[in-house]
């Protein structure tokens, strides 16, 4: 991967977490497709207009986002990053906080990174090989 896809995809990841931090529905937009899906654990994939559902009636907050950066992978206009994200907010008013493996998929739209795709899996332990940022052409 070049360096430049590199420093793009990794500025898309922290676009991302703050508009999700934002908790601003038309921020988050900004960095996914309309099409955009989270596959969750708890509930499967949710489509974009649930999850911003959510947020813009103030069910689901998030009050901090931060994520380490494993593995990218770009595959031309489609690229994929995945990492470990830490994050805190709220769910129908009660406090939530969740450590999770992240897999982003992005498409280059206009010449501009955005997710298509969010895959959340519970992080257990220590990655296995691997450092943080590896890249895997």
């Known amino acids: 991967m070049n360096d430049d896809t590199q420093v793009q995809l990794e500025a898309a990841e922290q676009a991302f977490n703050a508009a999700m931090v934002s908790n601003d529905p038309d921020e988050i937009r900004k960095c996914i497709t309309d099409d955009w899906v989270l ?12 999850m911003l559902g959510l947020i813009a009636s103030g069910s689901l907050t998030h009050d901090t986002m931060t ?3 494993y593995h990218t992978h770009d595959l031309g ?61």
């Open 39 to 50: 596959v969750t654990p708890e509930s499967g994939p949710l489509p974009a207009e649930k």
């Open 67 to 69: 994520k380490t950066i």
């Open 77 to 137: 206009d489609v690229a994929t990053v995945t990492g470990r994200c830490q994050n805190s907010g709220r769910f129908q008013g009660a406090p939530i906080s969740a450590d999770e493996w992240v897999t982003d998929v992005y498409r280059r739209v206009d010449g501009e990174w955005r997710c298509v795709l969010t895959h959340l899996a519970p992080a257990h332990g220590e990655p296995h090989g691997g450092s943080p940022a590896d890249d895997d052409e």
